[in-house]
């Protein structure tokens, strides 16, 4: 929609108004006059109307085509405007073949500004009211009747029209005509639902959303005589369905009719069931087909054929009917495509869903920008508007604030936007908070058990739904299905084959039977370069369920526990290449499968994957921003008695552990961690693991608890100088050179803090190159971002900022939220270095606020060392005021914005200079 050039602000809070208007007939007068003349009409249209709404206070919203949204104040500003603007229509010298005519719908209520436009059910009802007049009419509502009162002049009045159903097929509306001198009487009959022959049922909840999949549905059947609507049980697809046939009724004046078939089982009966909905008897000895064929004879009828999948090999008996009437079209819904010459399928996705807050990771959290949830951005997502209509209508007083808004959100997005679930779920804010809902979503199939009662049983719970769909499968697709249970939140094909066996044990080739279970709107797929395959949650748990019961439900999900390992350890593996940004992708992906296999194997105290599977995420978890998750997994597993029996992963779960509290700085918790990961080793006599444990033992000794003071105030007896030389000793014994550009770094680090010298400019010029030579790219981006910071201590900040920028390159690249936010800091005290204090104050709060959505504390602690000791920071260089203004706005950008505004570049540019497309999530 286009605002106009100066629009009015629209009034805020209580009962508005709303005008709707368009031209009749639009279409026609272009193709009449052309399109160079019919835009001169439209313009004066636009120009005769504006004057008359602004003359009453009418707040102009937007105009599409040659339509009008306008907000009143008042009722009887609304009508007057509304008269005078037809009046100005009227006397309007138009060409004689061009005469331009308007209708006009006015209806009240509230509404609420969304994504900068008002947005509410009342404003969809007056556009409905405004779409059955004729051009010079006005239609009002009985709400705008009931407020007008006593204060309309006394030339307007309202002749009552009666009661009458509009395309959004509510109850009956009363409707109202404004009747002023100049205004035109006598009109045809108003073009509602039923001025059409049509059983289309009266709906007693609003449509809200779709208007996407309206379109597109309307587009569709326009082209095609047979269109079906697939999806699974919950998606919506009736009412839609619905919502189309009562949107295309004019085209079709011989009838609209809605065919329920979920009783019907025998493609015999089909024909039958359609007469009867029509009113049609069979006689005469005729069938029931012959009799239908008959009447459809010449006419233009829609019919709509809703749950074929219950009589799924009547799919001949629709194309019959189609071949022999021309004037027929057919609109069905269906878990399955009918799979008949001429059809055209459109799946009917969930309605879109805002991200759940509590499922992002730091890294994600930053790529969105900005902070908490905004309230008019997620009033724009279709679930949650459903969510927030169908609670209001249980509790009046509901609404999305800031205190609820994370738990809406999160309902919306587990629920994957499916209106059923949403409308069950919104149902229990009666006696529930959406907190308290949300807390109890772990089993949907439960919590969301029951509906309206006069909706049909299977349409009353999740559970009817998804059962009617399961009962219909063969007993080799009921098996995998169930065997895909397993998987949370997606899978691809050499996944699915993987957990769910041979096609001799699945009972068929796996690839076929996805393509069965796509059939049956059981599973989606996502494409992509490889595609990927996707259960909804409802769907997941109750085939879940269902796998419970068989005998080999153990080994299956055993075999997901280590399709799992076998990821996460290859994938870590090569976190330190020029792979990583795609492997971390993966992980991102796989992630809620890895958390379900982790958390199976300590219930069951199966040590080996548990371990095995924490120690080869916690790189991810680090890099990712996912580090309180990984602490609360780690901590716990460390805590179970299991973990001690194999002295080899307590070792490698100790090191896991202690990486994750080195990011989080908490030093003091991190030395047992790593002594205890030491010892193991030793134990053990590995000696390329003593010399990595010895590696990390060291870091206890590179900074305090008070990062206030000098490293000498925290290791007197130079303990980690020894852990460091003793490490480089048996690494140059064993050959491995990777290992010894890591102890070079880390003495870089230790030659970092000292007073004098050049900070260990040359140790990490050494481990640059050495990372180079075995390439690590990983660690070259840390050894780029310490020679920055040492050079940045030598007061070189034109040398240090270029390599800062390489080493952001880097980072970003790999998608490493910790580096990233550790560079920033640099990069800041390069820029206040420089003497750009506005630039320096944005990285700055960029850089906190990516350190609290990734959890890596380190950046922060580094940051007030830093402040205290060894560079130039922004505090104190700015007047408070203007740097908490500053560092707002760079707390504000999102990642991929605060990198491109560091590296001096646009974000476009930053995007196409990106070394591979970041997928995450």
Not at 574 to 585: A, Y
Not at 662 to 672: G, I, L, N, R
Not at 708 to 724: F, R
Request: aromatic residues 6%.
């Amino acid at each position: 929609m286009t605002t106009p050039a100066s629009p009015t602000a629209p009034p805020s809070g209580g009962t508005l108004v709303f005008l709707f208007s368009d031209i009749e007939g639009s279409t026609r007068l272009e193709q009449a006059v052309g399109t160079a003349a019919y835009a001169d009409l439209r313009e004066r249209h636009r120009a005769l109307l504006r004057a008359a709404f602004s003359a009453r206070g009418g707040g102009e919203q937007g105009t599409e085509g040659d339509s009008f949204f306008v907000v009143f104040r008042t009722a009887a500003d609304a009508l007057t405007a509304a008269a005078n603007a037809q009046r100005s229509m009227a006397v309007e010298p138009w060409p004689v073949s061009a005469v331009v005519r308007v209708r006009m719908g006015i209806h009240a209520g509230e509404a609420t500004m969304a994504g900068g436009s008002l947005v509410g059910l009342a404003i969809n009802r007056a556009a409905r009211i405004a779409a059955v007049a004729h051009g010079g009419q006005v239609l009002v509502s009985e709400t705008v009747r009931g407020l007008a009162g006593g204060s309309l002049p006394d030339e307007l009045g309202l002749v009552d029209l009666g009661s009458h159903r509009l395309r959004d097929l509510r109850e009956p509306e009363r409707l109202y005509q404004l009747a002023a001198p100049g205004l035109e009487e006598a009109f045809p009959p108003l073009a509602t639902i039923d001025a059409r022959p049509n059983n289309l049922p009266t709906q007693l909840t609003s449509f809200v959303g779709r208007a996407e999949e309206l379109a597109e549905a309307l587009a569709l059947l326009e082209q095609n005589r047979l269109v079906t609507m697939t999806g699974p049980g919950g998606t919506g697809k009736t009412r839609l369905s619905l919502q189309v046939a009562a949107a295309v009724a004019d085209a079709h004046p011989d009838g609209t009719f809605f065919v329920p078939l979920e009783t019907v089982r025998d493609a015999a009966l089909v024909a039958s069931r359609i007469g009867s909905e029509i009113g049609l008897s069979e006689s005469g000895g005729r069938s029931a087909r012959d009799v239908l064929v008959e009447w459809l004879s010449g006419k233009r009828v829609l019919l709509v054929l809703d749950n074929f999948e219950q009589v799924s090999d009547g799919g001949p008996v629709i194309a019959d009917l189609l071949r022999a009437a021309p004037g027929l079209k057919v609109l069905a819904t269906s878990r399955a495509p009918l799979r008949v010459s001429g059809e055209q399928e459109f799946p009917v996705p969930g309605l879109p869903v805002p991200p759940d807050p509590s499922q992002l990771g730091g890294y994600e959290q930053a790529r969105r920008g900005g902070g908490s949830l905004d309230l008019a951005e997620l009033n724009t997502y279709e679930a949650v508007r459903l969510f927030v209509a169908r609670a209001v209508a249980v509790r009046p007083d509901f609404s999305v604030t800031n205190a609820n808004a994370p738990a809406v959100a999160a309902i919306c997005a587990r629920l994957q936007g499916m209106p059923l679930a949403i409308e069950l779920a919104a149902a229990r804010v009666k006696l529930l908070n959406p907190e308290a809902i949300l807390g109890r979503l772990e089993h949907q199939l439960n919590l969301l058990a029951a509906g309206a009662r006069d909706l049909p049983v299977r349409q009353q719970t999740l559970r009817g739904a998804i059962a009617w769909s399961y009962d219909i499968l063969d007993e080799p697709a009921r098996r995998l299905l169930e065997r895909l249970s397993v998987f949370a939140n997606g899978f691809d094909l050499e996944a699915a084959e993987a957990v769910s066996g041979p096609a001799a044990e699945a009972g068929g080739d796996i690839l076929d039977g996805l393509m069965a279970l796509a059939d049956q709107s059981l599973i989606r797929s996502i494409d992509g370069d490889a595609p990927r395959f996707y259960l909804l949650e409802t769907i997941r748990e109750f085939a879940a369920e269902m796998l419970d019961r068989r005998e080999d439900a153990a080994t299956i999900r055993a075999r997901h526990t280590a399709w799992c390992v076998e990821l996460a350890e290859g994938a870590a593996a090569g976190l330190s290449g020029p792979d990583q940004r795609s492997l971390l992708s993966r992980l991102e992906r796989d992630h809620d499968n890895i958390r379900a296999s982790i958390d199976r194997a300590v219930g069951a105290g199966d040590g080996d994957a548990a371990i095995r599977l924490a120690f080869a995420m916690w790189r991810f978890w680090q890099k990712r921003g996912h580090l309180s998750e990984a602490r609360r997994r780690l901590e716990a597993i460390a805590a179970e008695p299991w973990s001690h029996a194999d002295p080899r992963l307590r070792a490698r779960l100790m090191e896991a552990l202690g990486g994750v509290l080195w990011w989080q700085a908490d030093v003091v918790s991190m030395k047992p961690a790593y002594a205890e990961a030491l010892a193991l080793w030793r134990q053990l006599g590995d000696r390329a693991e003593i010399a990595n444990a010895l590696y990390n033992y060291s870091f206890s000794f590179a900074v305090g608890p008070d990062p206030t003071k000098s490293p000498e105030d925290w290791d007197p007896d130079q303990e980690g100088l020894a852990a460091q030389a003793e490490a480089y000793s048996i690494y140059r014994e064993i050959g491995d050179v990777r290992g010894q550009a890591n102890v070079v770094w880390g003495m870089g680090n230790a030659e970092y803090f000292k007073v004098s010298g050049d900070h260990g400019e040359a140790r990490f010029r050494e481990a640059l190159d050495l990372f180079r030579s075995v390439g690590d790219v990983t660690m070259e981006a840390w050894s780029l971002h310490m020679l920055g910071s040492a050079l940045l201590r030598q007061d070189r900040p034109g040398e240090a900022g270029d390599i800062l920028r390489h080493a952001l390159r880097h980072f970003h690249d790999a998608s490493d939220a910790a580096g990233i936010a550790l560079v920033f800091d640099d990069l800041h005290s390069a820029a206040v270095s420089e003497g750009d204090l506005e630039k320096g104050a944005r990285i700055y709060g960029a850089a906190r606020r990516l350190t609290a959505a990734t959890g890596a504390e380190l950046a922060g602690y580094v940051d007030v060392q830093f402040e205290h000791r060894l560079r130039p920071h922004i505090r104190g260089r700015l007047p408070p005021a203007e740097f908490e203004r500053l560092a707002a706005e760079g707390a504000a950008m999102s990642l991929d914005d605060a990198v491109a505004y560091a590296l001096g570049m646009s974000p476009d540019e930053l995007q196409r200079s990106t070394h591979g497309p970041d997928t995450a999530g």
